[in-house]
C-alpha cells in the first residue's frame, strides 16, 4: 500500500523567525524521506515559490505545498493550504472566507496555545471556526498539555485532524509527519485524508507528559529587556544559533512514534 509522508507545517526564511534556506530543506526532506513539504510561512507565500522553483530546479522528488500562516488581528493564526495568491485579511472570519474563495483549505494550527491558538483564550472557539477544515492535534513545536487539549477539543467536536512539525529550523522538519494512503495527486490525497476519506496516521516524537514547547534561545529573550545584541551583529548572531540548533538536534533521522491512526484511533504511549 503506497503511502505519502506529508510535512503540512513549516517556516523559512521568508518567516520572520523562520530559517531554513532552500538547499537546507531540500537535505532535511531528504533525510526524513518526506514526499512533500507544505511551506507555511508567516504572513506571506514568497517562500513557497521560492522554495517550489528550488526543488524542481534541483529535481528533487519532494513537492512543496503553497501555504502562508495568516496573523489576525487578534495575534492568533490560521493556515491556508493550496493557496494561488498571499492572503490579504486579518480578520478571521474573512480570511477563512479568502483561503475558501481561492479553493485552498482552512487549517486551524494549534489550536489551544495560549498566545496564538484560536482555541485559546484570544480565539474564537469552536463554534466560530465552523468554515475550518482540520485542526492540527499535535504541533511538535506546542507543550504536550496543550497537544492533549487540542486533541480532546477536536476529537469530542469530532472535527477533522492533522499533525505539523512547526518548523523554523532544519533540525525541526518531521519531527511530525501525516502518513497518508495514496488516492490520486499528491492534493487529492492530502485532501482526502483532511475529509477522512483516505487511511492514515500521524507519526510523532513522542513528547513526555511535562514537555513544554519548544523554545529557542531562552536565555537571549531572558536578557533581551535588559541587553540587546547590536543591530550589526544580529545576522551573525542567527547564523551561529542557526548552525549550534541544527548541530544540536539535526542531523539524523527522527524516531517517530505512530500517535494518531484514522483506522484504530488514539495510540499514544
Not at 69 to 87: A, D, M, Q, Y
Amino acid at each position: 500500500m503506497k503511502r505519502l509522508r506529508v510535512e503540512l507545517h513549516c517556516h523559512t526564511l521568508a518567516s520572520s523567525d523562520g530559517v531554513i534556506t532552500p538547499d537546507g530543506l531540500l537535505k532535511a526532506a531528504s533525510l526524513q524521506k518526506l514526499d512533500a513539504i507544505a511551506i507555511t510561512d508567516h504572513d506571506t507565500t514568497e517562500g513557497a515559490v521560492e522554495f517550489q522553483r528550488w526543488f524542481h530546479k534541483k529535481g528533487s522528488s519532494t513537492q512543496i505545498i503553497m501555504g502562508e500562516e495568516r496573523t489576525l488581528t487578534s495575534k492568533c493564526h490560521v493556515i491556508g493550504l493550496f493557496l494561488k495568491h498571499p492572503l490579504a485579511s486579518t480578520d478571521a472570519a474573512m480570511v477563512m472566507e479568502e483561503i475558501h474563495q481561492q479553493g485552498g483549505l482552512v487549517l486551524v494550527p494549534h489550536p489551544c496555545r495560549k498566545n496564538d491558538g484560536l482555541l485559546g483564550p484570544g480565539g474564537l472557539g469552536m463554534a466560530g471556526l465552523e468554515p475550518a477544515d482540520a485542526f492540527e492535534i499535535h504541533n511538535a513545536k506546542s507543550s504536550q498539555a496543550d497537544n492533549d487539549q487540542s486533541l480532546q477539543i477536536t476529537t469530542i467536536a469530532n472535527r477533522c485532524f492533522f499533525g505539523g512539525s512547526d518548523a523554523h529550523y532544519e533540525a525541526d522538519v518531521g519531527q511530525c509527519v501525516n502518513e497518508i494512503k495514496t488516492c490520486g495527486s499528491l492534493e487529492e490525497t492530502v485532501r482526502a485524508m483532511l475529509r477522512r476519506e483516505t487511511p492514515f496516521r500521524i507519526l510523532a516524537k513522542i513528547q513526555k507528559p511535562s514537555s513544554g514547547e519548544r523554545r529557542y534561545a531562552p536565555a537571549y529573550y531572558a536578557v533581551k529587556k535588559y541587553a540587546s545584541i547590536p543591530k550589526p551583529l544580529l545576522p551573525l548572531a542567527k547564523k551561529a544559533y542557526r548552525f549550534y540548533w541544527n548541530h544540536r538536534h539535526g542531523g539524523r533521522q527522527h524516531q517517530l512514534t505512530e500517535i494518531i491512526c484514522s483506522e484504530t484511533g488514539l495510540s499514544k504511549a
